[in-house]
């Protein structure tokens, strides 16, 4: 026997799934929130914002909040007005017919249907593979310019990649760095030609080529990194204030392969102006479905947009089954 169908399911606790439940459930939905599990991945309950400690750009904080103490208010918040919330991994979906269905772990039956669905999984920051990264997050080592740069006023600091994405945190960080070095293993950039053009006519970006990090030094603020070429096998180590982390995101989609449409880079794809998927009653927002922004306070949006649309969609539906 399935489970009776809720209103509303959501799929992830970061700031866009969290804001979404409590849109949500203000609207007497009685939303159902699957948070995720414990994780050191990303994906865990809360999303990248639970490894993330000063908080400076989300308004309403004029000292700013740690990262964790800012979810655990969009918690308490969803839960004080009615969300349900799981502390379960989605591990299946079945989005061909409605209700929806939702299943955890390995068993049958379904763990909940529902008459519409929100998708807010979140999305990962590629990261190195180097064991002093989980420990040094937020500590000097960072994946976002735009959250972390002002940190780092009049400080060295090295950004690694070659991408755009990788330019345009190195230009960005010039507002705050004495210094930033990118770090690329090649000896060219991957980046568009305005891009490089940019980088390249900055004062303030030193490049460092044929390199790769082989490990991030410090024990409670990092310190420093060790590279090695990538020809001749020299090593040598860089003194820096902070490092930027720039190879690039993976959206949390996996889970929706085959079930809903996605970019080539598997981002979720959205309708224009709205959160509604190719499947009328699922809706993505938050980072799963933008690769453009990528702030908690756009997710947090995306979030509001997502639990209104889902509101106006049960309220068009013939049977009214929500009611």
Request: proline content about 5%; charged content about 20%; glycine content about 10%.
């Amino acid at each position: 026997m399935s489970p009776q169908p809720r209103n509303v399911v959501i799929i992830g606790s970061g700031p866009a799934g969290l804001t979404a439940a409590i849109y949500c459930a203000r609207a007497n939905l009685a939303p159902l929130v699957f948070e995720g599990e414990p994780s050191s991945t990303g994906d865990q309950p809360g999303g990248q914002l639970m490894i993330t400690t000063d908080v400076e750009n989300y308004p309403g904080f004029p000292d700013g909040v740690q990262g964790p103490d800012l979810m655990a208010a969009f918690r308490t918040q969803a839960s004080r007005f009615g969300a349900e919330l799981r502390t379960e991994k989605v591990s299946r979906v079945d989005f061909s017919q409605r209700p929806f269905r939702l299943w955890v772990g390995d068993g049958d039956p379904a763990a909940a249907t529902a008459q519409a669905v929100i998708v807010s999984t979140g999305a990962q920051s590629l990261m190195l593979g180097l064991e002093a990264e989980e420990r040094l997050i937020g500590r000097g080592l960072s994946t976002c310019a735009t959250c972390d740069g002002f940190f780092f006023r009049d400080q060295e600091i090295a950004v690694v990649g070659g991408g755009d994405s990788a330019m345009e945190e190195a230009l960005f960080l010039t507002k705050f760095a004495s210094k930033v070095t990118v770090i690329h293993r090649r000896d060219q950039l991957r980046a568009s030609k305005i891009m490089q053009d940019r980088a390249f006519a900055s004062d303030r970006i030193d490049f460092l080529w044929d390199h790769a990090v082989i490990d991030i030094l410090g024990s409670e603020a990092l310190e420093g990194v060790r590279v090695r070429h990538t020809g001749n096998g020299a090593e040598q180590t860089l003194p820096l204030a902070g490092l930027f982390v720039a190879i690039g995101h993976r959206p949390n989609t996996d889970l929706f392969k085959g079930a809903l449409d996605m970019h080539p880079s598997g981002y979720l794809m959205t309708e224009p102006d709205s959160t509604r998927t190719n499947v009328p009653g699922v809706f993505a927002c938050g980072d799963v479905q933008d690769d453009v922004y990528r702030q908690a306070v756009t997710a947090a949006g995306s979030g509001c947009m997502a639990a209104i649309d889902a509101e106006r969609w049960l309220e068009a539906q013939p049977e009214r089954e929500h009611r």
